[in-house]
């Protein structure tokens, strides 16, 4: 229980971060909205 819980919380951390990753790419890509 207590690995599921940290793949979570890890997987949210993560998402986050690829979140901001995609902004910018996105940015890059196509230009400020």
Do not use: C, D, N, S
Request: charged letters at 35%; aromatic letters at 16%.
């Amino acid at each position: 229980m207590a690995e599921t819980l940290a793949f979570f919380e890890f997987v949210e951390t993560e998402i986050v971060e690829m979140m901001e990753r995609w902004r910018v790419h996105r940015e890059k890509t196509f230009g400020p909205e």
